[in-house]
């Protein structure tokens, strides 16, 4: 279910300062990524159960973002959608990606790097979250105070989930949303060949990421 605003709403907030604090996290990530080593030996049981958890949870930040876009795609700022993933949490896309961020310091077989990860990512997202909210509540008053008051703002409650028998979706949000979580996915190729170079000798360990 959505529900679209007549009435005139502050201006919404600006995505561009967040996809900056992600950006450059990733880019410390990646520093961290090619200069270290897990504590855990690289083909050892512990850090293939590490890495296979956190492809796991990869995984499930991509189709699960994909679900999500499928229910607010191309009309996040006009409508209030209320239904599917949305019925269980405010900020789906955000949590999902939450997820992902762990998932990518797991498949590095570092526990350490997945929750600074996780962390950073909830916080950024977190801030995102609030100053969004804020918006809906000033376009959509009363409805989205309700919404709010029985909706978690970021963990999920399975238990509130509800559904809609049709729904129309943007096809171009949808592929894009695709596109973005091929990044996630690449990822995985990517560690193992960095770990195959760090065994190799071709690149330099400098410390150790527990």
Same mark, same amino acid.
């Given at each position: 279910?959505?529900?679209?605003?007549?009435?005139?709403?502050?201006?919404?907030?600006?995505?561009?300062?967040?996809?900056?604090?992600?950006?450059?996290?990733?880019?410390?990530?990646?520093?961290?990524?090619?200069?270290?080593?897990?504590?855990?030996?690289?083909?050892?049981?512990?850090?293939?159960?590490?890495?296979?958890?956190?492809?796991?949870?990869?995984?499930?930040?991509?189709?699960?973002?994909?679900?999500?876009?499928?229910?607010?795609?191309?009309?996040?700022?006009?409508?209030?959608?209320?239904?599917?993933?949305?019925?269980?949490?405010?900020?789906?896309?955000?949590?999902?990606?939450?997820?992902?961020?762990?998932?990518?310091?797991?498949?590095?077989?570092?526990?350490?790097?997945?929750?600074?990860?996780? #962390?950073? =990512?909830?916080?950024?997202? $977190?801030? +995102?979250? *609030?100053?969004?909210?804020? @918006? %809906? /509540?000033?376009?959509?008053?009363?409805?989205?105070?309700?919404?709010?008051?029985?909706?978690?703002?970021?963990?999920?409650?399975?238990?509130?989930?509800?559904?809609?028998?049709?729904? #129309?979706? =943007?096809?171009?949000?949808? $592929?894009? +949303?695709? *596109?973005?979580?091929?990044? @996630? %996915? /690449?990822?995985?190729?990517?560690?193992?060949?960095?770990?195959?170079?760090?065994?190799?000798?071709?690149?330099?360990?400098?410390?150790?990421?527990?």
């Amino acid at each position: 279910m959505a529900y679209t605003s007549l009435k005139a709403a502050p201006k919404a907030f600006d995505q561009h300062k967040r996809l900056i604090v992600v950006q450059v996290a990733a880019v410390l990530a990646v520093i961290l990524l090619l200069f270290s080593r897990p504590a855990l030996a690289e083909g050892s049981n512990g850090h293939e159960a590490l890495e296979t958890i956190g492809f796991v949870m990869v995984l499930t930040c991509f189709l699960g973002r994909l679900w999500s876009i499928l229910f607010v795609g191309g009309r996040k700022n006009d409508q209030l959608v209320v239904s599917g993933p949305f019925s269980m949490t405010q900020n789906p896309l955000y949590f999902f990606s939450t997820v992902g961020a762990v998932g990518i310091g797991l498949m590095f077989g570092s526990v350490l790097a997945a929750a600074m990860l996780g #962390l950073a =990512s909830f916080l950024v997202f $977190r801030f +995102t979250a *609030r100053k969004e909210a804020e @918006f %809906l /509540a000033g376009k959509f008053g009363a409805v989205h105070a309700a919404y709010a008051q029985r909706t978690p703002r970021f963990w999920p409650n399975p238990l509130l989930y509800r559904d809609e028998d049709q729904w #129309l979706f =943007s096809t171009g949000a949808l $592929r894009r +949303t695709f *596109r973005d979580g091929l990044y @996630f %996915l /690449a990822l995985f190729p990517v560690i193992e060949a960095v770990e195959y170079a760090r065994l190799s000798g071709h690149l330099p360990t400098l410390f150790t990421v527990y």
